[in-house]
Each structure stands twice: as C-alpha cells, then as structure tokens.
C-alpha cells in the first residue's frame, strides 16, 4: 500500500491518475450499480410452484452455493487484494467490487425469501456448510488469499469471479430458457455482468503485475494457474455431478464450464485450455444469457436502465459526428 | 486481402488477438495526445466492445474520433467486434452500431482474445469479403 512506503497517510487523488484504468472501471462498476430490491421478484412465485420437489431443492443449493462464493468474494478475496495494490484508485476500485460482491451475496437471499419457507431456507444453508466439493472451493481459493503472493492471490481471485460462479449460473439461465424463474434470471444476469468486469480488471491488474517480473518467475506463475484451474477444475466437476446428476443436466453443465474455464485464463492474459468441442455451449443457454430486448426484460432494451442509479453523459466532443 | 484497423485498449485482448491473424494491421492509438490514425487503403475494424450494457458509450470514444473523419469512413469496408458474453444482449454491441452508422457488414464477434477457432473463421470471412469487392 502507498502509506506504508511513504510512512505518511495520503489522500487519494482522482484528479492524478497512474493507470486510466482505474476511473474507467470505477465508472462503469458505479454506473451498474444495482440492488435487488429493484428487481421485481414476484412473477417467479407461480413459476417456481410448477417445478418438481427435486428441481427446487437443487436450484436452492445452487443459490447457496454462489450466496458462499460472493461472501468469501466481498469479505475475504476482494479486500486481500488491497494491500497489494499499485495505485490509490486500484484500492478504491476492490473497496467497489467489495461491497458489490456484498449486494450479489443478499439477492440471493431476495430470491430465497420470494420463494421458499424459512425452513427450506435453512436447510439449503445447512447443506451448503456440508457439502464436501463446495467446501473443498472455497478452502482452495481461501487458502491463496491468505497466502503471501499476491500474483497467486489475483489468480485465484480472477478464477473464482471468471469460473468457479458458472456452475452456479448454469441453472437459472437453464430454468430461463424454459421459460420458468425468468425474474430471477433477470437479477442473475446483472450479477454475470459484473463478474465480468471484476474478473477483466483483476486479471488487467495481474497482467500488469506479471510484467515487473523476471521471465523464470513468470513461468512459474503461469504454470501454477494452470494447476490450480485443473485442481479447482477437478473439484468442480465432482461438485457438479453431486448437484446435477439428478437432474440430467451434468454433461451439458460440463460445456459451460469449459467455455468459462477457457474466459477465465484469458482474463489473466493466457490460451485457451479445453478445445472447441468440449466447451461449445449448449445454445438455449447462450441465448438465455441474452434474452431478446423486445420480451419483458426492459433492462437490456435500451441504455436507460430502470435498476441503474447513476449514469455517465458522453462529453460532447467523443460524439459521432455523422 | 483488407488490411486492419484495430482499437484496443491498455488491457489489449484485441491486440493479441490481431497479432494472431497474420494480417497487415494498424492501431487507432489509446491516448489523445498520439498521432491520430488515418487509413488510405480499404480495411476492415476490429472494435471491442465498451458499454457495459450502455448504448451511449459501447463504442470506445477513441473509435468515434477515427470513424469521424470522412477519409477514415470511405475506406472501410466491414467490422468485427470484440466482447464478452456476459453482457447478454449488449455483446459485442460496438459492431452492430458501427456496421449500422457505416453501412458496412458486421462479419464476426469474438470473445477476449479469440480461440484458434476464431482467428479461422476470421480469415475465411476476410477472404470471402475481398472476393467480393
Ligand atoms: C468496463 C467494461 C465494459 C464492457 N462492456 C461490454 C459490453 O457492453 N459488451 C461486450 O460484449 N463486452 C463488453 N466488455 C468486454 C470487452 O469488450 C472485452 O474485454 C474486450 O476483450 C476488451 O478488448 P481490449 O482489451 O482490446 O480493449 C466490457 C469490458 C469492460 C472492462
Ligand atoms: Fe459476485
Ligand atoms: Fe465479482
């Protein structure tokens, strides 16, 4: 952190970039900004009385299992790469990803208290604290941020944002492309929107970080992403067919893995890893992660967003002028 | 073969993903304060996409500047956009407000920096396009 160098506290200063990356980023993230209680949530309630006992129960496990990630996100990962930042604005831009992560980390539970008893709610929890896969993720990914090198530190966050949500994601866009919990898909969306944005800044900053090292040094980082995405890989697909296998879907989930796999290590600058056959997406879900803007979703169909608080006017001399 | 004019900034996922096709390309620079660029043969654009879900601002601004210069206008002949699935409706959204504004084809959108899949379809695509002019 600057003040520990400088032994004197400093006050950021917006006006005096390092890197324009940082206020382009923290612009589009304050831009997004959304909260759930804006999400209209109540068309789901019929829709979810018309799935199978077994299709609830895994949806609600799904939920708790990303409720796990984006609370590990925004009280652990997000904030342990603060001390390594190399600018002031860096550090301001995880205080946002933070507290997002902390807005993801609630809409599940907007979801949770539309649709299920407090019961079943409890359950899903208890099983999310049981599970062997999900608690083996998130005491992999701990581990690193708890560690001592922060280029492992944003690899295993850029991970976590750009891969280890997707098996989660999965089912409400699957749910969507059948036309059932469409409200929740539209939350769900916002969510894989900005997961995008963190992971593309985390793995820019990891990028950037890679650069000041010794070419041995950036072997070893690079090969150690690779094990660690094969490791977490190993566990995912375990995890996956214990939440899947009941329901048919665990092939098809696969794909969608692969292919957020292969984003993943692109964010931190690297190759794709699983090839095209294994990592094409079914296309129902594809087009469920963009549904068409003339359905009832009004947030894509145009750029004024209802659930969007601020907004940034173009400065008149960036306008096409033709 | 169309030359390329490319956009890309400081994380430079389309740089590497231009470096891979092996066509003569040239770079609409990322700072103001740089040379502008100015294209003199027919070429194809490779823009990615900005917006975060908002029209306004998915073409990058350094994009509007080099598309407002009639020369720069005259010469192009299609574009591929560069984005990220994630922001659903909005992907690669840059392309189509560009192939609409320009009147030109939107020949493919790609992810980040591109699988070997992509940089294929590409070259196919630029062909197909030279053929045709
Ligand atoms: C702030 C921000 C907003 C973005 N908005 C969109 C978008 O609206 N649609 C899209 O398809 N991709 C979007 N992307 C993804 C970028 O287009 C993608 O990361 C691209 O590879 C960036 O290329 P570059 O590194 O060459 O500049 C966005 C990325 C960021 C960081
Ligand atoms: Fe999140
Ligand atoms: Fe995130």
Same mark, same amino acid.
């Given at each position: 952190?600057?003040?520990?160098?400088?032994?004197?506290?400093?006050?950021?200063?917006?006006?005096?970039?390092?890197?324009?990356?940082?206020?382009?980023?923290?612009?589009?993230?304050?831009?997004?900004?959304?909260?759930?209680?804006?999400?209209?949530?109540?068309?789901?309630?019929?829709?979810?009385?018309?799935?199978?006992?077994?299709?609830?129960?895994?949806?609600?496990?799904?939920?708790?299992?990303?409720?796990?990630?984006?609370?590990?996100?925004?009280?652990?990962?997000?904030?342990?790469?603060?001390?390594?930042?190399?600018?002031?604005?860096?550090?301001?831009?995880?205080?946002?990803?933070?507290?997002?992560?902390?807005?993801?980390?609630?809409?599940?539970?907007?979801?949770?208290?539309?649709?299920?008893?407090?019961?079943?709610?409890?359950?899903?929890?208890?099983?999310?604290?049981?599970?062997?896969?999900?608690?083996?993720?998130?005491?992999?990914?701990?581990?690193?941020?708890?560690?001592?090198?922060?280029?492992?530190?944003?690899?295993?966050?850029?991970?976590?944002? =750009?891969?280890?949500?997707?098996?989660?994601?999965?089912?409400?866009?699957?749910?969507? =492309?059948?036309?059932?919990?469409?409200?929740?898909?539209?939350?769900?969306?916002?969510?894989?929107?900005?997961?995008?944005?963190?992971?593309?800044?985390?793995?820019?900053?990891?990028?950037?970080?890679?650069?000041?090292?010794?070419?041995?040094?950036?072997?070893?980082?690079?090969?150690?992403?690779?094990?660690?995405?094969?490791?977490?890989?190993?566990?995912?697909?375990?995890?996956?067919?214990?939440?899947?296998?009941?329901?048919?879907?665990?092939?098809?989930?696969?794909?969608?893995?692969?292919?957020?796999?292969?984003?993943?290590?692109?964010?931190?600058?690297?190759?794709?890893?699983?090839?095209?056959?294994?990592?094409?997406?079914?296309?129902?879900?594809?087009?469920?992660?963009?549904?068409?803007?003339?359905?009832?979703?009004?947030?894509?169909?145009?750029?004024? =967003?209802?659930?969007?608080?601020?907004?940034?006017?173009?400065? =008149?001399?960036?306008?096409?002028?033709? | 073969?169309?030359?390329?004019?490319?956009?890309?900034?400081?994380?430079?996922?389309?740089?590497?993903?231009?470096?891979?096709?092996?066509?003569?390309?040239?770079?609409?620079?990322?700072?103001?304060?740089?040379?502008?660029?100015?294209?003199?043969?027919?070429?194809?654009?490779?823009?990615?996409?900005?917006?975060?879900?908002?029209?306004?601002?998915?073409?990058?601004?350094?994009?509007?500047?080099?598309?407002?210069?009639?020369?720069?206008?005259?010469?192009?002949?299609?574009?591929?956009?560069?984005?990220?699935?994630?922001?659903?409706?909005?992907?690669?959204?840059?392309?189509?407000?560009?192939?609409?504004?320009?009147?030109?084809?939107?020949?493919?959108?790609?992810?980040?920096?591109?699988?070997?899949?992509?940089?294929?379809?590409?070259?196919?695509?630029?062909?197909?396009?030279?053929?045709?002019?």
């Amino acid at each position: 952190m600057a003040e520990t160098k400088h032994k004197i506290a400093r006050p950021v200063n917006w006006n005096k970039l390092e890197d324009p990356m940082d206020l382009e980023v923290w612009n589009r993230l304050t831009s997004n900004f959304w909260l759930p209680e804006k999400v209209p949530m109540a068309n789901d309630i019929q829709s979810w009385a018309t799935l199978r006992p077994e299709e609830q129960l895994v949806t609600m496990r799904a939920f708790t299992g990303l409720t796990l990630l984006d609370t590990i996100q925004g009280t652990v990962g997000a904030i342990s790469l603060i001390p390594d930042a190399l600018t002031m604005h860096e550090e301001a831009v995880y205080t946002n990803i933070s507290f997002m992560e902390s807005v993801h980390a609630k809409s599940y539970s907007s979801i949770f208290s539309t649709l299920c008893s407090t019961d079943e709610i409890e359950q899903a929890f208890r099983w999310s604290e049981e599970n062997p896969y999900l608690q083996k993720k998130a005491e992999i990914v701990l581990g690193y941020y708890r560690g001592d090198d922060p280029l492992k530190r944003k690899v295993a966050s850029t991970l976590l944002e =750009s891969f280890l949500f997707y098996s989660g994601f999965y089912l409400p866009m699957y749910w969507s =492309s059948r036309a059932k919990l469409t409200n929740t898909a539209d939350l769900i969306r916002l969510i894989i929107r900005d997961e995008a944005i963190h992971g593309y800044y985390i793995g820019y900053k990891f990028q950037k970080g890679m650069e000041q090292e010794t070419e041995a040094r950036r072997e070893e980082i690079k090969a150690y992403t690779y094990d660690l995405l094969l490791e977490l890989y190993d566990n995912e697909i375990k995890y996956t067919a214990d939440l899947y296998d009941g329901l048919g879907l665990t092939e098809d989930v696969k794909h969608f893995l692969h292919y957020n796999a292969n984003k993943a290590l692109m964010n931190l600058g690297f190759d794709p890893l699983f090839p095209r056959e294994v990592s094409q997406v079914n296309p129902a879900i594809l087009s469920a992660l963009s549904p068409n803007a003339d359905e009832n979703h009004d947030f894509f169909s145009g750029s004024g =967003s209802s659930y969007v608080i601020g907004k940034h006017e173009a400065t =008149s001399d960036d306008d096409w002028d033709f | 073969m169309f030359e390329i004019a490319y956009f890309s900034n400081v994380s430079e996922n389309t740089k590497r993903f231009v470096d891979k096709l092996g066509v003569q390309h040239h770079r609409i620079p990322v700072m103001a304060s740089e040379t502008p660029l100015m294209m003199s043969e027919p070429y194809v654009l490779i823009v990615p996409t900005y917006g975060g879900g908002d029209d306004a601002t998915s073409v990058p601004k350094q994009v509007i500047r080099f598309l407002n210069q009639q020369q720069n206008r005259d010469f192009i002949r299609g574009v591929i956009a560069a984005g990220n699935t994630n922001f659903g409706d909005k992907y690669c959204r840059a392309g189509e407000i560009v192939a609409m504004k320009c009147h030109v084809p939107l020949i493919h959108r790609f992810e980040l920096l591109g699988t070997p899949y992509d940089v294929e379809v590409v070259h196919k695509k630029m062909e197909t396009l030279w053929n045709q002019h």
